[in-house]
């Protein structure tokens, strides 16, 4: 198959609503004579079996599906050498010439089914979507306000709740359908199961559901669902449950790392610190996430960046502000009432964490891999060095995230724990949520969920 075949474009869409593994083979790289060219491409499915595309003769097909089945089974993508020149430790086929092919898996993620029709559920639906989950929103008169095809809406009872066997389950029904639709989903076993309440509602809805299902299996309803971010509007609720969805569905327990560097911010924001300006210095996917997050927050966003071309300006919300030729950080806006994400790509990193450190910002964050968060680290003078609970590198809380939106959240919601004063960790590990004016910082609290 050729790289302009339209068939593999329409077959990689059907695939892709089909709710089946499959893979992705593409031929990089040819040394010699063999029949595959580079770019060559082929669809596997979870057998191995080739649904559309070429990428070489029978043997190297047979080889490459092979290795399709253990990519998909591995859940990570490979690179594979497949070796026509030797009969004896190759393919046994002597046609001449070595293919490297790069092999993709895609394995179905588990929807996220939420239940309910108020500001927290359809913000949970909202992020959820944007974060590239297939989404379907349940409850009686609920109207589709989305039309966003990783969408569906199911306008019906609660009690006739059918969530996908294994799916990220979330009810936000504010006490009107939750018992009918958490028992929906221990039925569906889904992987996770949360509720948006306040803990004395969770304890009660534990209680009653406690006398119709398995202890065990209620014990495990996140209940609070979400975070300790302190959040309260329904925009940051969402923010702290998916963010908990994440870390789950990656592996990671946030309660356990959290505890390990210790709990809680090192020092509480500033009073005025209530509602924060977002500056994030570059331009990158990963910064288009930042300001699309803070505009879902109603934060100030400002980016400082080499000026965009007017089709990359596309990819931000209308009301960012651009400071553009300040290679010296002189005109950086930096206070102490912003946080500022230093995401340059290297172009920088120093000068950057220098200036906001200096003028006081209470969050300084820096998207870099660990190795070189720690080279920026020792660069900086001692004074500006020694910032624990300020300069955040890498930036965001532990949850396993991935792609540009992913890392975006998990910065945004560092920072929603910071400002509120909070721990980051599981509401469900928490003994007690703290009260309103009784948290780490002033007026840090959840708030009625």
């Known amino acids: ?39 060559a491409k082929a669809i596997f499915d979870e057998h191995g079996h080739n649904l559309h595309g070429w990428v070489g003769g029978g043997c190297v097909e047979r080889f490459t599906g092979e290795q399709a089945v253990a990519a998909i089974a591995e859940g990570r993508p490979r690179l594979v050498v497949a070796d026509l020149d030797d009969e004896v430790l190759g393919l046994g086929m002597p046609c001449g010439g070595v293919m490297d092919i790069y092999i993709e898996p895609v394995r179905p993620r588990p929807p996220l089914f939420v239940a309910g029709d108020g500001p927290s559920a359809k913000a949970v639906v909202t992020l959820g979507a944007r974060l590239g989950f297939r989404v379907v929103a349940h409850a009686p008169g609920l109207v589709d306000d989305w039309q966003d095809p990783m969408v569906s809406v199911r ?12 799916a990220r389950m979330v009810v936000a029904s504010r006490h ?34 406690a006398e119709v299902a398995a202890p065990e299996r ?35 327990d946030v309660d356990a790392l959290v505890r390990a560097a210790g709990a809680g911010p090192a020092a509480c924001p500033s009073p005025g610190w209530s509602s924060p300006e977002l500056v994030v210095v570059g331009h990158s996917r990963i910064a288009e996430a930042l300001a699309d997050l803070a505009a879902m927050l109603e934060w100030p966003i400002t980016l400082h960046a080499v000026a965009p071309a007017p089709h990359q300006r596309a990819g931000y919300p209308a009301t960012v502000r651009w400071v553009s030729e300040d290679p ?38 820096l998207v870099a891999s660990a190795s070189r968060s720690r080279l920026i680290r020792e ?25 540009p939106a992913e890392i975006a959240l998990s910065i945004v919601v560092e920072i929603l724990a910071l400002l509120h004063g909070r721990s980051g ?25």
């Not at 960790?425 to 969920?449: N, S």
């Open 176 to 209: 009107r359908g939750d018992e009918a639709a958490l028992a929906a989903g221990l039925r569906a076993d889904a992987s996770y199961l949360g509720l948006v309440a306040n803990r004395t509602r969770a304890a009660a809805t534990r209680a009653r559901l």
């Open 155 to 166: 306008d019906a009872a609660y009690e006739v709740c059918d969530p996908p066997r294994g």
């Open 218 to 252: 209620v014990a495990a309803i996140r209940a609070p669902a979400g975070l300790d971010l302190g959040g309260r509007r329904p925009v940051e609720i969402a923010m702290s449950v998916l963010a908990e969805i994440l870390a789950e569905e990656r592996g990671v």
């Open 379 to 403: 660069r900086l003078p001692g004074s500006l060095a020694d910032t624990p609970g300020v300069l955040r590198a890498p930036a965001g809380l532990a949850i396993g995230a991935r792609t």
């Open 1 to 39: 198959m050729t790289p302009s075949d339209p068939r593999f474009y329409v077959t990689l869409l059907e695939m892709l609503g089909s709710e089946r593994s499959f893979a992705v083979a593409t031929v990089v790289n040819v040394r010699g004579s063999a029949s595959g060219k580079p770019g």
């Open 328 to 365: 010296g950080f002189q005109r950086l806006p930096a206070s102490p009432s912003t946080a500022v994400v230093v995401a340059s790509h290297h172009k920088g990193d120093e000068r950057a964490i220098a200036a906001a450190l200096g003028a006081g910002a209470p969050y300084v964050g």
């Open 425 to 449: 960790r599981a509401l469900t590990a928490l003994e007690e949520l703290p009260a309103r004016r009784g948290g780490p910082c002033p007026d840090a609290g959840v708030g009625e969920r």
